[in-house]
């Protein structure tokens, strides 16, 4: 748990991301990230890398033309949208259980128009390169979409790798899947439920939100727990990428203890 305080300003920072790494987890389906170091110091004095991934990596943000044709890339998104201030829920979940519009009932007066919202399940330190973290994780319904889509929300946020229950996406019977083969059959085992019954869309709730231009943002991770049930500001920036479908973030909290901060003015300096 980390707190980083600015001495001058007492401002406090808080990390909320995962490292962004080669042998990264990464979801079944998608390519690793692969690194070159083609300028290294013992050779050249400089070091210099390039790489090749897929931006759906570690924490990241999804622009509404990920599932929406036409829509907006990540660098048309407004400035505003990665910045500003909102507030963490704490909905702990189990194994392939849904967030719900009456999880977040509870959180009438809490979440406000314009909020950034980032939501712990707890399931953040399960991250790792497992069926668990990726196959067994909870998801949104889309009642609960449509509940922040109600409170006009700009930015969502969840510590899982995908918005909707895994069963809902490609790692299951959808798309070009399953990309878990496993999956299904075991959630038949264990539930006696039919995967492809309960879960008949696909990513249904995060489409929504795409759809009503509320970029999201996946595997939310680091001190997470330091911020939640708080109200802090929150940061998000991604490339200036006008047909970026996603983006790597580096999500941090900013907290003002003492309420001393404020925003340069813009004074001129000439």
């Known amino acids: ?55 759906h990596t570690s924490t990241h943000v999804n622009a509404p033309i990920h599932l929406v044709s036409g829509a907006k890339g990540v660098g048309e998104i407004p400035l505003e949208t990665f910045w500003g201030t909102g507030v963490v829920l704490s909905i702990p979940k189990q194994q392939w259980e849904l967030i719900t519009a009456d999880d977040l009932s509870v959180f009438e007066g809490v979440v406000q128009a314009d909020d950034i919202v980032l939501i712990n399940t707890g399931w953040h330190k399960r991250y790792s ?73 696909w990513v249904p709730a995060h489409r929504l939100l795409l759809q009503n231009d509320i970029p999201t943002i996946e595997n939310v991770g680091g001190d997470l727990d330091v911020v939640t049930e708080r109200r802090c500001t929150f940061h998000a920036m991604p490339w200036r990428w006008n047909e970026g479908d996603a983006c790597v973030v580096r999500l941090m909290a900013l907290m003002d203890p003492e309420g001393r901060y404020q925003v340069e003015s813009g004074q001129t300096t000439a």
């Open 129 to 201: 390169d497992s069926q668990d973290y990726f196959g067994h994780s909870p998801g949104l319904s889309v009642e609960a979409a449509q509940w922040f889509i109600d409170k006009k929300i700009k930015l969502l946020g969840v510590d899982t790798p995908q918005v909707d229950h895994p069963l809902a996406t490609s790692l299951a019977e959808h798309r070009n899947g399953p990309t878990m083969k496993r999956l299904a059959p075991e959630y038949e085992r264990t539930t006696g439920r039919n995967a492809k019954g309960d879960f008949p869309d």
């Open 1 to 55: 748990m980390t707190i980083r305080t600015e001495p001058e300003t007492g401002l406090q920072y808080v990390e909320l991301s995962h490292p962004w790494h080669h042998n990264q987890p990464v979801l079944p389906g998608l390519d690793e990230l692969i690194l070159y170091r083609s300028v290294n110091h013992a050779k050249h004095g400089v070091m210099s890398q390039k790489f090749k991934t897929t931006f």
